[in-house]
């Protein structure tokens, strides 16, 4: 039977989300990628148990997180029944609706019937009563505004989630999203955007000010740009990489863009003079951002994990440092701003 590392709360720091009494490891553990039925079960679990053991205490995961959709989910469900349940008070788990998950029009967007379905769903498969945060995924204008809002308020009546939270909403829909919730009697918690040294648009579209002086969190994701910030394509396409993996459409062989690698090979300079490698120098730069309470890390491997644990130790840069990258990440935006109605 697991026992969880008696010193996993010594060197991990958590940070207060927003003005909540909630706190979160200034690293998060997601499930989006490598976590569901396209990874053996032992090394899903060797992975979750590890992140655990070093206090990252919120795993973040969806609906749709996992080859098949929902997979992510029943392994989570699965270590929290064999190993983690002693430990569910130290854990803060949130999942997602708001892509297309079942066929038919209730399977999708952001009405109260697929919200309300999806959340029962999400709970089914993590054996759980309740989650800790659940998030509308995406903005869907399609939908009033207020009915998302009223539908994600009536989870936090009924107990199902504690917080709720929005992901991509550009920012005047975030701030919309959030005066809303809050005529129903709800906090919104956090909004969980992309966001990493190659991709701005929180800081252009003002997402990080709006959302910090209304007391939100925020929690990036894709800090990494699914894994361009590192260097393992500097050289090659390595044959286990998310870009090198047919069946992952997020990322392919043509993002790998020569100006990318011009650019991966300055930073990786910087990176280097800083004792860090480009993964843990983004890493680090993410946290020390406005607004951000954590940040997401998805990894393929345990050593991927241990790395960017590691960026933790050195999240200091010097104002040189600061100057040299801003100019080579220049303002070129790997991800658009979300789109608007
Ligand atoms: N709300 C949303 O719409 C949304 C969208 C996307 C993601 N998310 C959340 O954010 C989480 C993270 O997203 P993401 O997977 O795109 O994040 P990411 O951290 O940008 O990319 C993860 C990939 O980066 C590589 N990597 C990570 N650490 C590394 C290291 N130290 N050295 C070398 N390579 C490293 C791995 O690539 P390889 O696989 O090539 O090894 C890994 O699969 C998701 O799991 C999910 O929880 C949310």
Known sequence: ???????????????????????LPQISLGFWINFGDEKPFEHVKEIVLAAFDNGITHFDLANNYGVPSGSAEKNLGKILAEELKPYRDELFISTKAGYQMWDGPYGDNGSRKYLMASLDQSLERL???????????????????EETMKALADIVYQGKALYVGISN???ERAIEAAEILKSYGVKLLIHQPSFSLLNRWIQKDGLDEGMSS???GLIPFSVLSQGLLTNKYINDIPKDSRAANEKIP?????????????????????ANK?????????????????????VLTGVSKLSQLESNLKAMENTEFTQEELDEIEMICNEELLRKEPKRS
């Open 127 to 145: 054996g759980l009563d309740y989650v800790d945060l659940f998030y509308h995924h995406r903005p869907d204008y399609e939908t009033p505004l």
């Open 169 to 171: 909403y550009p920012t």
């Open 274 to 294: 800083r004792g860090q490698t480009i993964a843990e120098m983004a890493m680090a730069w993410a946290t020390t951002q406005k607004g951000i309470t954590t």
């Open 1 to 23: 039977m697991y026992k969880a590392n008696p010193d996993r709360y010594k060197k991990m720091k958590y940070n207060k989300v927003g003005d909540s009494g909630v706190l």
């Open 214 to 216: 209304r007391g939100i």
């Open 250 to 270: 997020f990322l392919n062989k043509d993002n790998i863009t020569p100006e990318l690698l011009k650019k991966l090979k300055r930073l990786n300079k910087v």
